[in-house]
C-alpha cells in the first residue's frame, strides 16, 4: 500500500452537550492520541473519555463562542491537552498553547489537519480537515442541511466558506460540527428545494431520528451537496422557486440564509 494514500484509521465517539451543542473526540490508535473538537461544558467530555479510556492530548477551537469554549479551562486543567485555535481570537480564548490561520496545517493526536478559515458566522471560524482520517468539523459553519447565522461576517463571505469547503471535501469525508440542528434546517429546506426528492427521503430520516432522540450527525459532503439548499444556490430547482434565475450564487444564497433567519 502506498503510504502517501494510506488511511488513518480513528475511532470517533460524539456525545451531547447542553442543550443542542455536539462534543466530539477523536482517537488515533496507532498514536495513542486523542482530539476534542470545542469545548461547550467540560463534564461530559472527561465523563466520555474516562467511558472511553482514552486520555485527551489535544483541544481544537472551531471559533470564539461562549458554546464552544465555556468548558476549555476546566478541559484543560483535568488533562494538560494542548490547545490550538483561531490566531484572529488570541485575545479572547487565554487558553491557547498554538494559534493557526486559514491553509496552515498541525498535527495533533499525531494526525495532519488542514485549517480552513472559513469566517462568515464569526470572523475567526476554522474548520478542521483531517484528509488521512476523512474526518472535518465544521464548527458553526456547515451543519447538517444548514449553516451557521450570519453574525460578523457578511453574506458573501459566508457562501464563500459554504463554497469553499465543497471545492475542498472530497464526497466521502465524514463531517461532524457545532450542533443538533438538523430537523429545522430539514423543515425549512423543504419550502426552498420542494422537489428535491433526496432532500425529501432524507427529511423523513431526520424526522424519525430526531423522534427516537437519535443524532444526525456525522453528515458527508457527498449528502450535504444533494440536499444542503446552503451548498445548491446553482441550482435551477431552487433558483426557480426562488424566482432569481439570473442572481449570482452569493445572492441566492444570501435569500436561503434570510428567509431561513425568519423562518
Ligand atoms: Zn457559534
Ligand atoms: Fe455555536
Avoid at 461530559?44 to 473519555?49: D, F, G, I, S, V
Avoid at 461562549?66 to 487565554?94: C, E, F, M, N, Y
Avoid at 465544521?138 to 463554497?163: H, I, K, N, P, Q
Wanted: negative net charge.
Amino acid at each position: 500500500m502506498a503510504m502517501s494514500e494510506a488511511t488513518k484509521q480513528v475511532e470517533i465517539r460524539q456525545f451531547p452537550c447542553l442543550d443542542d451543542n455536539f462534543g466530539v473526540l477523536v482517537h488515533v490508535p496507532a498514536t495513542g492520541g486523542t482530539i476534542a473538537f470545542d469545548v461547550p461544558d467540560a463534564e461530559p467530555y472527561l465523563a466520555e473519555l474516562e467511558r472511553a479510556g482514552w486520555t485527551l492530548t489535544d483541544i481544537l477551537i472551531t471559533h470564539h463562542h461562549w458554546d464552544h469554549v465555556q468548558g476549555l479551562g476546566a478541559l484543560k486543567a483535568a488533562t494538560g491537552a494542548r490547545v490550538t485555535g483561531p490566531a484572529l481570537s488570541r485575545d479572547k480564548i487565554a487558553e491557547m498553547d498554538a494559534v493557526v490561520a486559514d491553509g496552515d496545517t498541525i498535527t495533533a493526536g499525531g494526525l495532519a489537519f488542514q485549517a480552513l478559515g472559513t469566517p462568515g458566522h464569526t470572523l475567526d471560524q476554522i474548520s478542521w480537515w483531517a484528509p488521512e482520517a476523512h474526518f472535518a468539523h465544521t464548527g458553526d459553519t456547515l451543519f447538517a442541511l444548514g449553516c451557521g447565522r450570519v453574525f460578523e461576517g457578511d453574506m458573501a463571505m459566508m457562501w464563500a466558506s459554504m463554497d469553499k469547503l465543497a471545492r475542498l471535501l472530497p464526497g466521502d469525508t465524514r463531517i461532524y460540527c457545532g450542533h443538533e440542528y438538523t430537523l429545522a434546517n430539514a423543515r425549512f429546506a423543504v419550502t426552498v428545494d420542494p422537489d428535491n426528492a433526496a432532500l425529501a427521503k432524507r427529511a423523513k430520516t431526520v424526522e424519525g431520528l430526531r423522534e427516537r432522540n437519535q443524532p444526525t450527525l456525522p453528515t458527508t459532503m457527498e449528502d450535504e451537496l444533494a440536499t444542503s439548499p446552503f451548498l445548491r444556490a446553482g441550482d435551477p430547482g431552487i433558483r426557480k422557486t426562488l424566482g432569481m434565475m439570473d442572481a449570482s450564487d452569493a445572492e441566492v444564497f444570501a435569500e436561503i440564509r434570510r428567509r431561513k433567519d425568519s423562518f
